[in-house]
T-cell receptor, first 111, second 112 residues
Framework: DGGITQSPKYLFRKEGQNVTLSCEQN?????MYWYRQDPGQGLRLIYY???????QKGDIAEGYSVSREKKESFPLTVTSAQKNPTAFYLC??????????FGSGTRLTVV | SQELEQSPQSLIVQEGKNLTINCTSS?????LYWYKQKYGEGLIFLMM?????EEKSHEKITAKLDEKKQQSSLHITASQPSHAGIYLC????????????FGGGTRVLVKP
């Protein structure tokens, strides 16, 4: 079945460490997105990519980086510059205007 | 960027009762999406509305978009425990790579 796979489901990061969240899709979607969700809040856009080798900053890109070397993959790196990284991270993909397909999320905690 | 306000932020309903969630935009909506989220999980697509006055239904859930395309409502009839979760509305941007902006979500609890 086609879908989006995020890994890991849970991730713990030490202070000053960079971590990378994986997002893979086999839906043949051109566009992919990363959102952050804090407790009791909606989703905020971090980065998005409409095509391979191209991506744009969203509303809260500071402290994050992405790459889009393959159509299927859109990994997100949370760098040490992100001072408050504890959150739930959601990856999504879309084609045309038919809405998004979401992954099951990665919960990142700073320890 | 487009801002979406959802109301209420949370609600508790008795099983079998109806409930309504509202989503209001400061700008004209070019595609309004409703999603449901279970805690700690991804979002499940419910419905998409594009035309003013449009109404769609799936099982016991009905979504409407007003004529001015600035407000949408999600109505659940005869709620069941399976309807519990977080409901989010998302709006597309007319010319921005199909980005979606989301409202803050409405947390629904159904009491048996």
């Amino acid at each position: 079945d086609g879908g989006i796979t995020q890994s890991p489901k849970y991730l713990f990061r030490k202070e000053g460490q960079n971590v990378t969240l994986s997002c893979e899709q086999n839906l043949n979607h051109d566009a992919m997105y990363w959102y952050r969700q804090d407790p009791g809040q909606g989703l905020r856009l971090i980065y998005y990519s409409q095509i391979v080798n191209d991506f744009q900053k969203g509303d809260i890109a500071e402290g994050y980086s992405v790459s889009r070397e393959k159509k299927e993959s859109f990994p997100l790196t949370v760098t040490s510059a992100q001072k408050n990284p504890t959150a739930f991270y959601l990856c999504a993909s879309s084609v045309d205007n038919y809405g998004y397909t979401f992954g099951s999320g990665t919960r990142l905690t700073v320890v | 960027s487009q801002e979406l306000e959802q109301s209420p932020q949370s609600l508790i309903v008795q099983e079998g009762k109806n409930l309504t969630i509202n989503c209001t935009s400061s700008k004209t909506l070019y595609g309004l999406y409703w999603y449901k989220q279970k805690y700690g999980e991804g979002l499940i697509f419910l419905m998409m509305l594009q035309k003013g006055g449009e109404e769609k239904s799936h099982e016991k859930i009905t979504a409407k978009l007003d004529e001015k395309k600035q407000q949408s409502s999600l109505h659940i009839t005869a709620s069941q425990p399976s309807h519990a979760g977080i409901y989010l509305c998302g709006a597309g941007h007319k010319a921005a790579g199909n980005k979606l902006t989301f409202g803050g979500g409405t947390r629904v609890l159904v009491k048996p």
